[in-house]
């Protein structure tokens, strides 16, 4: 019990600088500073993440981030895959996926719009939180909102992409071609879901980087705030 108590002492004391480092360090900042170092991280983060999504194969050759077929439609396009009948279903998942990447530039003015809105009580929470802590807090305060704005986009972008028309000849293919308007805002709900989600996963994944890497901290306030 005593060893223990010894060692705890000197993981306790070995950690004391860097404790008392980030606590001097935020206790130096002053409201703007957090306001402005945790407005610049996010928008930076929220920017970043959207170009790479919004690029051709951004959401489709990411693993991480691809986006299937919604359950009702991927066991019939594993079994129709075995049979070489796959394609239609096959491009309608390709198509989703297209439809993710070009509604990226309007996901990234809503998440710009919406840092721009933090207020400096917000800021020093999020300063103080964990390595996420501004992506989460961007998450639950829009993301209502975004599933909202965003679906009309990303409706008219599965349209245009021709994601509808190979969603009406997959329905024929398995035999739900009545059901062409439920299928479409299924696909088009999934679709808009699937898409907030691999954005947040880069933003946050950004918002991780500025916070631990030095080299991500690319301008005087940020460096201030993080470094």
């Known amino acids: 019990m005593r060893r223990r108590a010894v060692i705890l002492a000197g993981l306790s004391l070995a950690a004391a600088p860097a404790f008392a480092q980030q606590q001097a360090l935020l206790e130096s900042l002053t409201q703007g500073d957090a306001s402005r170092g945790i407005k610049e991280a996010l928008s930076l983060a929220a920017t970043r993440s959207t170009d790479r999504l919004g690029r051709v194969d951004g959401f489709f050759a990411d693993p ?11 066991q019939v ?5 075995g049979l070489g009948l796959g394609a239609p279903l096959d491009d309608l998942e390709l198509r989703m996926n297209r439809a993710a990447e070009a509604a990226m530039p309007e996901a990234r003015r809503m998440f710009v719009d919406v840092v721009r809105s933090i207020t400096i009580a917000d800021a020093i929470q999020i300063v103080r939180g964990g390595d996420t802590a501004a992506t989460a807090f961007l998450r639950g305060r829009t993301e209502p909102r975004l599933n909202t704005l965003l679906t009309p986009p990303m409706t008219r972008t ?9 969603l009406d000849f997959a329905a024929r293919e398995v035999g739900m071609g ?3 308007t439920s299928l479409r805002n299924d696909v088009t709900r999934f679709a808009v879901t699937k898409a907030l989600d691999g954005a947040f996963l880069y933003v946050a994944e950004e918002e991780r980087a500025i916070r631990r890497d ?5 301008s005087d306030i940020l460096r ?3 470094g």
């Open 77 to 81: 396009q594993r079994t129709l895959r």
């Open 224 to 226: 201030r705030v993080f």
């Open 158 to 166: 599965l349209r245009e992409a021709g994601a509808f028309t190979a």
């Open 178 to 180: 009545g059901m062409s």
């Open 214 to 218: 030095p080299v991500r901290r690319t």
């Open 64 to 74: 991480r981030v691809h986006i299937p077929l919604p359950a009702r439609f991927a």
